[in-house]
């Protein structure tokens, strides 16, 4: 490896690095876990001159808090629901994107579009698919104006429309259409990811597999995935990583509510508890982010522990 | 040797947060406590002075404010005016609040009572009463004297029920003037009323007998939309006079309370009967379902809405010709004669700032926008709020070119204008705390989850509802 | 099983389409591979050896001709169903399985009437592995395996499912030497015991002039000679089989036919009869070479390299078209040291090739 | 090995697996294709339904059946859009932030990734994987203290806050580090030897050989600037210093509220074009360099 002499050039180069992450990462967490340790800490009465004693009312704050359990159920949900399916399904995608040569060129452009949008627009978008305008839904006196476009082609295959998001909506309808909007915004990633991993597979193997004379499935399920499983065990573990950080999604669909009219926060995650008391209680908040962290440091290493067994060579 | 300079740079590392640590731990420097002294110098015109102004005008708004900010400027030439479109209210006091931790919060801003309450944590915002009740003389560029404080003339112009808005943080100090307001009321189908020989409800029992009336003739229809849950409780609370929030004393939130069970419970059963709709019950605009075609299910035929909302309340001419005449007036009551209408609108506050010169810019550039006809006349107008003074209504420009040729069509916001400059007195304004705006934002919350909910027992449904709103309150509050 | 091939050619479109012309790999190859024979496919690089053995795997597909396993026409059928074996040249082991999961995996794709329960599929594995010597490497992982370790799980794994015909894509090419001789006669030794027809493919004459029964030489998607080893070697058809074959290789010298007699530069040196007078291209094997005073051969002498059995002189002559000419001559006769060296030639040592299109030229040789 | 009655049953057999062998082809492609055709419908009607919308006019949008072809195309929407939130600038700030931060993240990610993958100390792993920790962490909570900071060091409203706080991306530095430590050691040495300097072995070998993955860290950073909001709009509202999410949040809301809703889809695609135009281009080095980083976990 490098000589000791080189020692302090190779420090060097990591110093701008060093520097910034100090500032702009370090620090931050430092300061988290100094607002979280001061209980009821509110940055608006910090100015006014308010003094907090340090302890740990804040964490006794955020696990008391009845919600708690629901905000965290609804994560864990979540991400159990999306990161398998999402990871599931680009894999078949790019399976098939890899097998196939007329089309393939305009088809990954196409797996790719949901990444360069704008997130306002998809929000959007969605509520207009699954929104529906009227009143008293699901009542005898049930008025409905627009069923919203996916229930247009429910009701065009003679299906009935569903109240997807709606006051009155079940909490199942709910989460079904935040697991297809979740894996509708990680596919593209998860594709590319997956189809870059498929490419740089030894065409040989798969040669081999013909001559030995085996079926599509087994090459599958005997070589691909097993070949694949590396990047599959890094799209899982960042999956995961980032399912447990969802917010943004459920506000694009359900607005700041986090829930469909009627029930506000049935859907809350984590971070939009952490959301919640941020503007208000950013000692709650803090000790909320902590708390989150805790978890998911820890089913990263379930994942990473997971993974190692799993994955080959 | 290596293990060393690792733990020398560790050490190294660790010092310099400390001192990050103590200096920015204090959150920035303290506010000047107290309230504001006016230098004996007065305002100073010479010296240059820049002030900073967070609002939420859109650009017909901004084009409004332009023209008279270079008419402030004939007056006070050393005075520039920097003013952004922060976004909606919401992002307006967000930022002020972050900004507010490092101190370089702005000038003058855009607020509610509930967002004052917030920065009062703080101690952030000016207190006015000395500056109204100052009789110093300004000397203006143009040679004119203005006293700095608020004559009694101007003080009586103002529309009390606006006025007082400013001084219910409990302590009876004034925090705010009021820029433009508005409120709810209830526009209706004027054509189909007539046709139909339905009269216009004054109180909520008139108003059921309109709706099984409205019901029967066009079974299909939603006959009321009400927008806003929030303010709907917050109304019938005032207007019941049940309690609903305090300022003062430790209980704050005391909206759970018999009288509110009931007439949540009976206007769920309205809902539940497809009488009734909200905003975000419906899944759409109530306005709307209001300008929907006749011929359409669910449209409706009284909707209760912001004034200022008021083109949006007018359906589409089709072939050169509004569909319907849309009628307007004062939402129903409990009580006829003693109405009880929200104030819904932006007020300006001013920033505690180091330097005295800055807040009497500020000042003069609140009093400026707030006594001015012309201007409150013409952001009125554009705006579709409503003006804060009296004497606006008698300003030629604004009674002939408005105000008289207020009708259900293509004057709809001055038709809607003269309706909440006759219920000036009725305007109540609720009690602002560190926490009203969430009891505010809860109370809505309750209103969708009673009308819609599916309770198999709707009484303990309601019940269950109301505690769990005071618990959320508290619990935010914190 | 024999396996035949019909006018089998192949043609690659050229790469940038703009160009137009393409390559032919192999143009119009036809033989009839016996049963149970061990066949080498050999000829340089590109000369569409390995393309002949891919299209009878059925990984690549003819563009005319037809190849019969037996009686059956399997031009069209895919590989999967070829019931095939293939080593490839870098044994494309899978790298995440155990040396016994490689060798399985073949057994479990079996389906219908070959289908075999777990211990049949266990006893073929073990008795592929023994036959390889590798049934003490069972549970390793191949980048745990040295390459002949790997080679011969390739083979194992190629045979366990008992194939019909058995190809291998330069089996020894990723070897040292010492293990490519080891290795060499173990694939003799197994294609022997389980009788299965083996084609394999290399550019190491040496190899497959060694272990095959027949060998077939290429150049550029054409056969240039199809027979046995020893005999394409002694008798080559042209000059490129006689300069392909043989190391130390063919020694080339331009020379002309007059009378009956073989002049290499101005010396008669050997008698052709029923030859016509003509220019024609001298081939001389380096064993063909016997010194002597007066022979008629007379070279300048470079250097004698001692090799225990036998000795080799590196000589060159004007006539020559290579700078040096290689002999090999038994040690026990000596080489005087000296200026020159004169040989006398042996005449079935000797070959004779046209100038115009180098094919060969016969005599009788008395 | 092949006694007779086996060859005449192999016979039937070889005719019956070809004929259905080709069968399972045609059947294995058909289904490739719909699943795939299925699938790309479904990802991108999202992304129509912006389009179409975007053509719409507003009374058009909020009809109660939604048209699945616009009536009428309102191209008008597509120059509101630009003038209402004065997109140009918008762009051209976001193009700026974008390739200043690009440029100057791609420099520390490559020399902190060459230490990294050079550089041998005890607490290597233990440091990478705490870096790595740190993002795990909802970015929510550093956005406070950040702007503290960025306050006390002076530079609100300036290009600078938008870029320095987040050149380090402790993600790519993984990414690139991977590719690098696939570049053996013997080079490296062999370098040293004939003396070249670690800037230029590493500009002259090591950058070469992890292009592919540097241009997809590129693009994917210049998407993130493109997608960034809430830190842009705390600390840069004035609007010399805007981005483009800012102005596509509330450039369309007029006084009471109300959205313009097609306006701002136009907007929307406004934007998310050239980003489109630059993976088209791209996309060949995109693949390769997310594969060649050989994320082997």
Known sequence: MVESKHKWKAWLYLAPAIVLLLIFTVWPIINTVRMSLLEGYNSMSAVGGATYSFGIGNFKQVLEYNYFLQCLGNTMLLCVLTVPLSTILALLIAVCLNAIKPLQRLLQTIFFLPYVTNSIAIGMVFAAMFNMVGSAFGGENEIIITAGIINNVIEFFGGHAVNWINAGSSYAANVVVMVVYIVWNALPFKILILLGGLQSINRQYYDAARVDGTSRRRVFT???????????????????????????????????????????????????????????????????????????????????????????? | MKTKRILITALLILAMCLNLFSLVSCGGSKQPAGDFVIPEGGFDTTKEVTITFYHTMGSNLRDVLDRYIVEFNKLYPNITIVHEQVGGYDDVRDQIKTEITVGNQPNIAYCYPDHVAQYNLAQAVTTLDSLIESDMTVTRADGSTETLGLTDEQIADF????????????????????????????????TFFEKHNLSVPTTWDEMEATIKAIKEIDPDSI???????????????????????????????????????AFVARFREWYQKGYVTTQELSGGYTSELFTKAESEAGNSYMSIGSSAGATHQRPDKVDEAYPFEVGITTIPQVDASNPKVISQGPSLCIFKKADPQEVLASWLFVKYLTTTVEFQAEFSMASGYVPVIKSVGENEIYKEQFLDKADGGDFISALSAKVCLDQEKAYYTSPAFNGSSTARDQVGLLMQKCLSGDFSDVEAGIKKAFADAVAECKYQAG | MKIVLQNLTKVFPSRNKKAGEEVIAVNDFTFEIPDGKLIGLLGPSGCGKSTTLYMISGLQKPTGGKIFFGDDDVTELSAENRGVGLVFQNYALYPHMTVKQNILFPLQNLRGADKLSKEEMLERALYAARLVQIDNLMDRKPSELSGGQQQRVAIARALVKMPKVLLLDEPLSNLDARLRL????????????????????????????????????MKLGVVQQIGQPQEVYDDPQNLFVAKFLGTPPINVFDGKVEGGRLYIGDAAVLDVPGVADQEVTVGIRPEGFVPDENGPLVCRLNSVEVMGRDVSVVSSHPAAQTPAIRSIINADCKVNSGETVSYTLKPHKVLLFSKTDESRIYFEVK | MSSTNHVTMHERDMRRVSSRQTVGKIVSKVMVYTFLILMAVIIIFPFYWMLISSVKSISEYRLSVPTLFPREILLSNYVDAFQQAN??????????????????????????AFAFARLEFKGKNALFAALLGTMMIPGELFTITNYATVNSFGWMDSFTVLIVPFLVSVFYIYLLRQNFLQIPNELYLAAKVDGTSDLKYLWKVMIPLALPTLISITILKMMGAWNSYVWPRLVANDEKYQLITNGLRNAFTDSTGDVNIPVQMAAVAIVSFPLFLVFIFLRKYIMKGVSRSGIKG
């Open chain 1, 222 to 313: 005997r070589i691909t995935v097993p070949l694949l499983s590396p990047m599959l065990a890094y799209v899982v573990i960042t999956g995961f990583i980032g399912g447990f950080k969802e917010y943004s999604s459920i506000v694009g669909i359900f607005g700041e509510d986090m829930g469909p009219a009627g029930a506000p926060g049935r859907l809350n995650t984590m971070v939009g508890f952490i959301y919640d008391s941020l503007s208000t209680q950013q000692g709650r908040a803090s000790a909320a982010a902590l708390i989150l962290f805790g978890i998911i440091f820890v089913v990263t290493m379930i994942n990473l522990y997971v993974s190692k067994k799993k994955t080959h060579y």
């Open chain 2, 159 to 190: 529309i009390q029920g606006y006025y007082a808005e400013g001084q219910q943080f409990g302590d009876g100090k004034m925090y705010t003037l009021p820029l433009s307001k508005s409120t709810e009321v209830l526009y209706y189908n004027k």
């Open chain 2, 223 to 261: 006959p009321l939309g009400y927008d806003s849950e929030g303010n709907w409780f917050i109304t019938m609370c005032e207007q019941y006079g049940s309690d609903y929030t305090s300022a003062s004393g430790d209980e704050h939130f005391l909206f759970d309370n018999e009288t509110n069970h």
């Open chain 3, 182 to 217: 080891q290795t060499r006669e173990e694939i003799r030794r197994i294609q022997k015991e389980t009788g299965i027809t083996t084609i394999f493919v290399t550019h190491d004459q040496e190899e497959a002039m060694s272990i095959s029964d027949l060998i077939v030489v």
């Open chain 4, 87 to 112: 997109l140009g600038r918008l762009f051209l700030n976001t193009l700026y932030v974008g390739l200043v931060s690009t440029l100057l993240s791609l420099v520390i990610t490559v020399l902190s």
